[in-house]
């Protein structure tokens, strides 16, 4: 609503058309971290796409705002993007705080309705990506890391973009099948939960082979005749209904008598020729129950030497993992191979919020400021210039913004680099490669690059993590990662501060 | 992609079409407080009505479960919720921890099928609409409590949900067109934000009446003649646009400035009968910078005491307003009338996540129990009956389950009501009233309530909190209120749990 006032407000004050830019950026990384993730730009592309209103709209705005006339309602009804020159980051690259990852340049009034919008789509994709990113840092990378958040996600759509932007970020796959339907390539893999395993008891209206049940029976009651005969049903069950993909949930009732009937029904699996997947563990000491589960299967494999999948027998883990939990399990003996993780990886417990801001920094090519008490606040004045600066070894010194009619820096050049609001940090920089931080995505009317798919920014992240120095990503205490200004935009800032901050007369 | 191979699973043992029950509840009050207000019925109906796949989902499905047959798909095919019979508390409730939420009784299959929808459903709803309570709680009947969080929400349709269900919690309003356009009758509002003020430079181009530009000038000019003119220019081009809507932001520059800026705007409008509406405060210490605008008006109300409007003005503040802060400022001396809050509403900072779990309890009218080493995660076996017991007073007393076929407590009737879980933790209880705490809600296919609309969920919310005692809804501490469960509902649970529990045997 309060785009479509300020709108109504250009629009009455003729401002509208006039010539701006804004940029999307935010002040401070989540999660006591120091990066970002960059995602959403997917769904941004295609907002400006299909961005208008509809008749019935319309016919709402006017309800809405009474002080709206035909002319305004004709404005918004043949408003389209094509006026506008959008650069951004690409999906899946580390990007830290005040560089923008958007910057929108067009029509005032035209920039200024999309602003909610624009934050919206980006904010969360970008949390969940670097959520995403730290929990696989945390579990270093060779377990499976599952995304299984979609029962407590904040409203569907954030379930689906959850999945979605977990995989961009590291994750390996989902069970929400609805962002695999929309996102066709995501890995959707899900198995029994415990209400599965609880509809069973006993073995009466059995109707699956016979010789199979038998047999199962007869290898648990040499080994632990004691297990719930409820959930041995189950598993047979669906041991044959999914002879490819038998992963058991053990903990129903009892987790090592579930993990009995589950190595009981894997030794009649592989006597057939099958090949079971493993186990999943969702309640107690993981660490622990997972090392007894090997213990357990090394026992079988004693036993039945002959089946040669004891040793890649999958223990899955799941029950509120987070990051902490992640870097704990790290430090202990375990024998843990995949994580199912949801609600606190979708709905990002440790900061539920990004706080991307959208902000006006140019009109008809005047720097516009704005100033607060609070310095971080201050918003860095006019369009600007961004560039990664690489190290001789490959590795990011630090990301420069500089003035749009600034000479950019070149690979072999010392410059000065100086921190935008304290006058005392400030570096000499030699950069042995120079890369822009933003490429040219929408103008004139159509998308200047294909549209970003999740294997895109998988890939990206890979490579960006990899190059990227390990204490500045570390999950306790990073190393500040340096955004910097040149030193023309450092004066220009400061003095457009000095000229609009009221001078305060005391008396 | 679990009730989806479970789906599977069911249908090749031959079990899919058993009767079953399973309940929808919560184990933990979220925010450290005692209650949840339910929410999110109305997408569940919806949901129930809309059910069904479509042939591009049976195809997708049959690529992700290469073992469904014809038959399964088949099945899936002609798959609706017309075999359902599903009760629940109505929207606005106060429900308390392991009261069922929802029942659902059917087919075992389609029941299951259910599952991460309805809690996606309902989870996030019913944690928005309780933080929105809390926030009413903290802040008192009178400020209008203002949501502004889409910018922030976790996803569109998040913010949407969060929009809706803040209202229902007792919001007054949002800023969020696109919920109140989906869901009319809710209250959108909105005004200006810092980058319309700062689009504006002194007083070139402007096209608005002279004579009210120079009045405003005038008036500014005796008072304080140092603020900023291009807010001044913002403020009298948005005052010309908004005759009756005049609120503005005040903080873009330097905040009392602002407010003087307002107040000479609304001199100038009150010489021509119109009536400004007040001041936003976006940054800086709330309370003392609302006694501060109040001051100043006060001061204009003693140069200009014809205008009438100077004591209703609103002082409308946000950034980061959270519950703490609403508390916070419960405590101090202020002159705010208004909260706008994002963030902390919408993504629920303090707790993202309700756990809202769909537990099977009954097959074929046999009691089903799920076992834990934590014994608040074991299971209540069996279908239930809810009853809220009211004393003398008007005000609950307690929840009560009892077993289906066990009598229904009635007024005047002393009966034994026990923790499900600890022994030694009962009462007696003599109910003035009794009221059942849930309805059938759809049955044969179709609704058997009217669609609950969020101003009936709204009414039940504010009748509810206004029965029930304050210390079971106080912020801090609150005395915890009773679930209880019958004597035979209790000896019940005990019985199955010993049947069901392994005897470890140690050596």
């Not at 650069?87 to 920039?111: D, E, K, Q």
């Not at 994750?171 to 609880?198: C, P, Q």
């Not at 940090?425 to 490429?439: A, E, G, M, Y």
Request: aromatic letters at 10%; proline letters at 6%; charged letters at 20%.
């Amino acid at each position: 609503m309060y785009q479509l006032s300020m709108g109504l407000a250009y629009f009455r004050a003729n401002t509208h058309l006039k010539s701006s830019t804004f940029e999307l950026f935010f002040r401070k990384p989540p999660f006591g971290g120091e990066f970002c993730v960059f995602a959403g730009l997917d769904q941004v592309m295609s907002h400006l796409a299909n961005f208008g209103f509809t008749e019935s709209q319309l016919q709402y705005i006017r309800e809405l705002l009474p002080e709206a006339d035909d002319g305004f309602i004709n404005y918004l009804r043949n408003l389209s993007c094509s006026s506008l020159t959008v650069t951004s980051a690409l999906p899946g690259s580390l990007v830290f705080p005040r560089v923008p990852l958007i910057t929108v340049s067009g029509p005032l009034g035209l920039c200024q309705l999309l602003e909610t919008t624009l934050l919206t789509l980006i904010n969360y994709p970008t949390l969940i990506a670097t959520n995403a990113t730290r929990f696989r840092l945390a579990a270093g990378p060779s377990p499976t890391l599952l995304e299984f958040g979609l029962r407590r996600a904040q409203g569907p759509d954030g379930g689906c973009s959850a999945s979605k932007y977990a995989i961009l970020g590291g994750f390996d796959g989902t069970s929400n099948v609805t962002a695999g339907w929309i996102e066709r390539g995501l890995k959707v893999s899900g198995t029994m939960a415990h209400s599965y395993v609880m509809s069973f008891r006993g073995w009466e209206g059995y109707g699956g082979a016979e010789d199979f049940a038998t047999e199962v029976r007869e290898v648990r009651d040499v080994k632990w005749p004691g297990t719930n005969e409820g959930e041995l049903r189950a598993f047979v069950e669906y041991a044959q209904c999914f002879p490819k993909g038998f992963l058991a949930l053990v903990d129903t009732y009892d987790t090592m008598g579930g993990v009995y009937n589950f190595c009981s029904v894997a030794v009649a699996m592989g006597r057939k020729g099958l090949k079971p997947v493993g186990v999943r563990l969702d309640s107690g000491d993981l660490a622990y129950l997972s090392r007894e589960c090997r213990r357990v299967f090394n026992e079988f494999k004693a036993s039945y030497p002959a089946l040669e999948f004891w040793d890649g027998l999958q223990i899955v883990v799941s029950n509120d993992i987070n990051e902490e939990v992640l870097v704990a399990l790290g430090k202990q003996e375990h024998c843990i191979t995949a994580y199912g993780i949801g609600t606190n990886l979708v709905t990002c417990q440790a900061q539920p919020a990004l706080g991307c801001v959208y902000k006006l920094v140019e009109v008809e090519g005047e720097p516009r400021i704005k100033l607060s008490q609070d310095i971080e606040k201050v918003l860095i004045p006019g369009r600007k210039r961004c560039y990664r600066l690489i190290g001789s070894d490959g590795s990011p010194l630090l990301d420069l913004m500089i003035m749009e009619d600034e000479a950019p820096p070149t690979p072999g050049t010392r410059i000065l680099a100086r921190h935008p609001f304290e006058e005392q940090k400030r570096c000499f920089v030699t950069p042995t490669s120079v890369v822009p931080l933003t490429t040219v995505v929408w103008k004139d009317g159509a998308p200047q690059i294909p549209y970003p798919t999740v294997e895109d920014g998988r890939r990206r992240r890979e490579e960006e993590v990899e190059k990227c120095r390990e204490d500045h990503l570390r999950t306790h205490n990073p190393t500040p990662y340096k955004v910097s200004v040149s030193h023309g935009l450092y004066k220009f800032l400061h003095k457009i501060w000095l000229e609009e901050a009221p001078v305060v007369e005391l008396s």
